[in-house]
């Protein structure tokens, strides 16, 4: 059989689908989120079960995502149609492809209001504004920021015209050249950073926060949100993963492949963590102060170093260059079904959803301002974009994706397209696609909303 290509184009070779994906993978949910929630929901033990799930669950379901884009050559929910159809089943497998088109224009205007207030942090620090700056200025200024729509405004723009202008270039020229060049920076400054966290202050406390094992910290609760998370770190249940699975070329193997940039994820999101914890104990800041945490701790460890500035407007930069490299991807997969369904080009289609995005976006940066008391149920606009997505779209788009390639693909599709050359390997994602993530999604997905109505 010849081997048919995605008319969008394909990566040059397998270390740029890496380097793509790790790029789409690595990006705030490791630098601001991971943190964050870990510091909510009581430390090691979440990190556990987080790590649970992300080889568990999320490793199997990534290897079924790229799986299905390749073969599909198409935009997901192209892909999905094609293969249902080519497996003998509904194409309104497609649903799965819609679900998670959407997802990724909810995650879009979140994370673009958050990318916002880091591109606001690029230019404080190069403007020298936290220099010795105390946690209690650097809370201040982070509530005064969030309280200005205006500003809000103007970083959720630009962001959002970065992130469009690079989509809009297409996979060979836009995505894989933006790739080539953020992704190596990207590494280049985190190293940096590890090198300072790992001689900084109250390294040890921050070293057993994250790992020290406590059962009693542990909620059913936590639970969800590791499960989330495993999905929202890795990009996964939406299709982002699946779109740049559909560009690579064929030769390689996705096994190795999605286990290289499974590692690489986890590694940011615990360097992360080594980087903030310890900054949190040693100001005595509260590590479940929620989104606001990264925000707060590192403009005080910046504030009080020798050149601090420099090297924290390097650190800003860094998160910059992470969050655009996955907001790309978050856009693609809807961006390319536009193309495909209505043959237009992807400077109109980009333009299009840009600016579904940036609305949207609006709502989510006023919920800190204009639109606060606006609630549905307790959460604000903002925490429903992302309770929505990573606590039920994501998961349930994963759980929809683990069933559809563990139970309703040929098997000798799934042999032709994974070639792991150990059967063992074969059998091990086989087992775990088929019984251990679609059970584990169901079954905390189901204690949760039993939960909710005992409550
Ligand atoms: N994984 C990215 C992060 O950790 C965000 C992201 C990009 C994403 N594409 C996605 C999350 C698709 C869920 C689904 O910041």
């Given at each position: 059989?010849?081997?048919?290509?995605?008319?969008?184009?394909?990566?040059?070779?397998?270390?740029v689908?890496?380097m793509?994906?790790?790029?789409?993978?690595?990006?705030?949910?490791?630098?601001?989120?991971?943190?964050?929630?870990?510091?909510?929901?009581?430390?090691?033990?979440?990190?556990?079960?987080?790590?649970?799930?992300?080889?568990?669950?999320?490793?199997?379901i990534m290897?079924?995502?790229?799986?299905?884009g390749r073969?599909?050559?198409?935009?997901?929910?192209?892909?999905?149609?094609?293969?249902?159809?080519?497996?003998?089943?509904?194409?309104?497998?497609?649903?799965a492809?819609?679900?998670?088109?959407?997802?990724?224009?909810?995650i879009?205007?979140?994370?673009?209001?958050?990318?916002?207030?880091?591109?606001?942090?690029?230019?404080?620090?190069?403007?020298?504004?936290?220099?010795?700056?105390?946690?209690?200025?650097?809370?201040?200024?982070?509530?005064?920021?969030?309280?200005?729509?205006?500003?809000?405004?103007?970083?959720?723009?630009?962001?959002?015209?970065?992130?469009?202008?690079?989509?809009?270039?297409?996979v060979?020229?836009?995505?894989?050249?933006?790739?080539?060049?953020?992704?190596?920076?990207?590494?280049?400054?985190l190293?940096?950073?590890?090198?300072?966290?790992?001689?900084?202050?109250?390294?040890?406390?921050?070293?057993?926060?994250?790992?020290?094992?406590?059962?009693?910290q542990?909620?059913?609760?936590?639970?969800?949100?590791?499960?989330?998370?495993?999905?929202?770190?890795?990009?996964?249940g939406?299709?982002?993963?699946?779109a740049?699975?559909?560009?690579?070329?064929?030769?390689?193997?996705?096994?190795?492949?999605?286990?290289?940039?499974?590692?690489?994820?986890?590694?940011?999101?615990?360097v992360?963590?080594?980087?903030?914890?310890?900054?949190?104990?040693?100001?005595?800041?509260?590590?479940?102060?929620?989104?606001?945490?990264?925000?707060?701790?590192?403009?005080?460890?910046?504030?009080?170093?020798p050149?601090?500035?420099?090297?924290?407007?390097?650190?800003?930069?860094?998160i910059?260059?992470?969050?655009?490299?996955?907001?790309?991807?978050?856009?693609?997969?809807?961006?390319?079904?536009?193309?495909?369904?209505?043959?237009?080009?992807?400077?109109?289609?980009?333009?299009?959803?840009?600016?579904?995005?940036?609305?949207?976006?609006v709502?989510c940066?006023?919920?800190?301002?204009?639109m606060?008391?606006?609630?549905?149920?307790?959460?604000?606009?903002?925490?429903?974009?992302?309770?929505?997505?990573?606590?039920?779209?994501?998961?349930?788009?994963?759980?929809?994706?683990?069933?559809?390639?563990?139970?309703?693909?040929?098997?000798?599709?799934?042999?032709?397209?994974?070639?792991?050359?150990?059967?063992?390997?074969?059998?091990?994602?086989?087992?775990?696609?088929?019984y251990?993530?679609?059970?584990?999604?169901?079954?905390?997905?189901?204690?949760?909303?039993?939960?909710?109505?005992?409550?």
């Amino acid at each position: 059989m010849q081997e048919k290509l995605s008319i969008h184009g394909a990566w040059s070779n397998r270390w740029v689908f890496v380097m793509a994906a790790t790029g789409s993978a690595v990006g705030l949910g490791n630098i601001w989120k991971f943190p964050y929630i870990t510091g909510e929901n009581g430390g090691g033990a979440f990190v556990l079960v987080y790590l649970v799930c992300i080889l568990m669950v999320g490793i199997p379901i990534m290897v079924s995502e790229v799986l299905i884009g390749r073969r599909g050559r198409q935009s997901p929910i192209n892909s999905m149609k094609d293969l249902a159809v080519e497996s003998g089943l509904s194409p309104r497998w497609s649903l799965a492809g819609w679900v998670g088109a959407l997802a990724g224009v909810m995650i879009f205007s979140f994370y673009s209001v958050v990318a916002g207030w880091v591109l606001y942090y690029v230019a404080g620090m190069a403007n020298g504004d936290f220099i010795d700056i105390g946690s209690e200025m650097a809370g201040k200024r982070f509530e005064v920021l969030l309280a200005d729509a205006e500003t809000l405004l103007i970083w959720h723009s630009v962001f959002v015209v970065m992130v469009m202008t690079v989509v809009a270039g297409g996979v060979s020229k836009g995505l894989e050249r933006a790739t080539r060049i953020m992704m190596p920076a990207l590494f280049v400054l985190l190293f940096i950073l590890l090198a300072y966290s790992m001689t900084s202050g109250a390294f040890g406390q921050g070293f057993d926060f994250l790992f020290h094992f406590d059962p009693s910290q542990l909620t059913w609760n936590a639970v969800l949100v590791a499960l989330g998370h495993s999905f929202f770190t890795l990009s996964l249940g939406m299709g982002s993963i699946m779109a740049y699975g559909s560009y690579m070329p064929k030769k390689a193997s996705i096994g190795s492949t999605v286990m290289m940039i499974a590692v690489l994820d986890t590694l940011v999101a615990l360097v992360a963590g080594l980087a903030i914890f310890p900054i949190v104990f040693a100001n005595q800041l509260d590590p479940g102060a929620g989104p606001g945490l990264m925000f707060i701790t590192l403009p005080v460890a910046f504030g009080q170093m020798p050149g601090g500035h420099i090297f924290g407007f390097l650190f800003f930069v860094l998160i910059a260059v992470a969050a655009w490299t996955s907001a790309i991807s978050l856009m693609e997969p809807a961006a390319a079904w536009i193309v495909e369904k209505f043959g237009i080009k992807r400077v109109p289609a980009c333009t299009a959803l840009g600016a579904l995005v940036w609305l949207l976006g609006v709502a989510c940066l006023g919920s800190f301002n204009f639109m606060s008391d606006f609630k549905i149920g307790s959460m604000t606009f903002f925490d429903l974009m992302d309770f929505a997505t990573a606590n039920i779209m994501l998961p349930l788009g994963g759980l929809f994706i683990a069933i559809f390639a563990g139970w309703k693909i040929k098997r000798y599709a799934l042999e032709d397209e994974l070639s792991f050359k150990q059967n063992f390997w074969f059998s091990a994602w086989y087992f775990s696609i088929r019984y251990i993530a679609p059970v584990a999604v169901a079954v905390i997905f189901a204690l949760n909303l039993y939960n909710k109505f005992a409550e």
